[in-house]
């Protein structure tokens, strides 16, 4: 009980809520170095697997992306990256770019492989060409599975971005890693509470994209919550 | 601008073969750290995870909440959770040990429910009829052939827990990632490249492991794509 007190009290006292160590400006940090490497990777990964999905070309490739980024731990390629390029914010964009990419390959891939042959034949059948398929039938029917991808990526990457203060980068790990050199676990704790905290508001933010650009014609065939986890389909993985 | 420490990087190679030959001793007791903590996160998460699933899919009101307790504990990020617990089991092995078993957990308990569930009806009310018991049902013929889903789960469980054990180095465990983190704090790329490429090769090992065993003991899984 005394030691919560103690975690109560370090997120009232006001020197933690300023400066470049105060919580807003650590938060700052964390959101922006994970959106950007999520957003890059987004960009760099996304169209060439869906349009590899659609194609169903190199499908083991795509498929065993993610299950080889498993046996990778993201905290050998965060330390990798700072002997590559040195410590900083760098090598941390980087790391957290290259753990972002497996998820979204895979999910991006089996999303659009996965279509029904027979949706996009009906499409073919309404007169549609092949890009209007893709993109008016195709792309939202594999949408829910393509965001899932999203959704483990930023988790990943929101979580990983933790570490990368061991390479001399801030954002809020600074609290743990610091912390638990100065063997302060009050700010230990407190740093935890802090990324735990984000890390389910990113989950649960992007649930909710997702449930908002979902067509509502999808939505209850996903409802089976229960899906067996199978090396490759819905790269899930914590970190 | 590179710093002294930068500069004296580049000329660093990324492999010392004599490093490596003279401790070979630190090397090998990590390793052996590595597969032991990973060996009874998984071991441990399995003897939660089974009756938890067959609780669940027996009591189907139990599977919901049991799924989103362990989906929460899924998404704390590991360095995160090592942080919550050390200051009440410290900088010890059951730190570790207790955030590594919870990230298992969600992994089997799904993998042993849905294998469970993906019993045909049939199957089932075959052994009724011959008047197998509830629990001889579930030994004999349910959880045989939840296997191959159930063997699938313990993989990723695995493979997964090999990588995050690396993180577990931070509060003074980690097997290989005490190799890692050395490396990183003393600049010696050798340490670096070996705890990495040591740990793919474990899970990598590990996982053609399981598979060959999976292979040997139910040949019947082999033809049906379920690797």
């Known amino acids: 009980m005394n030691f919560l007190s103690h975690v109560v009290t370090w997120f009232t006292m006001g020197s933690h809520w300023h400066g470049s160590n105060g919580i807003p400006h650590r938060v700052f940090e964390h959101v922006v170095m994970s959106a950007a490497a999520v957003g890059a990777a987004v960009v760099v990964a996304i169209p060439p697997s869906l349009v590899l999905g659609h194609l169903r070309r190199f499908g083991a490739v795509a498929i065993n992306f993610s299950n080889a980024g498993r046996a990778v731990p993201s905290f050998a390629v965060l330390v990798l990256a700072a002997q590559v390029i040195g410590i900083g914010a760098e090598p941390a964009f980087i790391a957290l770019f290259v753990l972002a990419i497996p998820p979204l390959v895979t999910n991006s891939y089996v999303g659009m492989a996965d279509v029904d042959a027979e949706i996009s034949e009906s499409a073919k059948g309404m007169g549609m060409t092949g890009w209007q398929s893709v993109w008016r039938v195709e792309l939202p029917v594999a949408l829910p599975v393509v965001l899932a991808g999203v959704r483990t990526a930023a988790v990943q990457v929101v979580a990983t971005a933790t570490l990368a203060a061991l390479v001399a980068w801030g954002g809020l790990g600074r609290y743990i890693i610091d912390g638990l050199a100065q063997r302060d676990f009050v700010q230990v704790f407190a740093g935890a509470v802090l990324v735990a905290l984000l890390s389910v508001l990113t989950e649960l933010s992007l649930a909710l994209v997702q449930r908002f650009t979902v067509s509502a014609g999808l939505t209850h065939r996903h409802r089976d919550k229960n899906e067996p986890f199978v090396g490759a389909a819905t790269a899930v993985t914590p970190t | ?227």
């Not at chain 2, 089991?89 to 730190?95: D, I, M, N, W």
Request: glycine share 8%.
């Open chain 2, 1 to 227: 601008m590179p710093g002294p420490a930068v500069l004296a990087q580049i000329h660093e190679p990324w492999i010392r073969w004599d490093w490596v030959s003279s401790h070979t001793g630190v090397i090998t007791h990590d390793l052996r750290e590595h597969v032991v903590l990973t060996l009874i996160a998984v071991g441990v998460g399995m003897l939660i995870s089974v009756p938890l699933a067959i609780v669940a899919r027996r009591w189907h009101w139990f599977e919901a909440p049991v799924l989103s307790a362990t989906g929460i504990l899924y998404t704390i990020p590991s360095v995160a959770l090592l942080a919550l617990l050390v200051p009440w089991t410290g900088l010890t092995r059951t730190t570790a040990e207790i955030a590594l078993v919870s990230y298992t957990l969600l992994i089997l308990i799904r993998n042993i429910v849905a294998g469970l569930a993906g019993v045909p009806p049939d199957v089932r009310e075959a052994a009724e009829g011959m008047g197998y018991s509830r629990a001889r049902q579930l030994l004999r013929v349910e959880l045989p052939l939840a296997v191959p889903v159930i063997v699938a789960g313990i993989r990723i469980a695995v493979v997964t827990t090999i990588g995050l054990v690396t993180v577990t180095a931070l509060i003074g465990q980690g097997g290989l990632g005490q190799l890692i983190l050395d490396g990183l704090y003393r600049d010696f790329r050798t340490e670096v490249v070996v705890g990495s490429a040591l740990c793919v090769a474990l899970a990598t090992v590990a996982d053609l492991t399981l598979v060959g065993i999976q292979r040997l003991a139910m040949p019947w899984t082999r033809k049906r794509g379920t690797t």
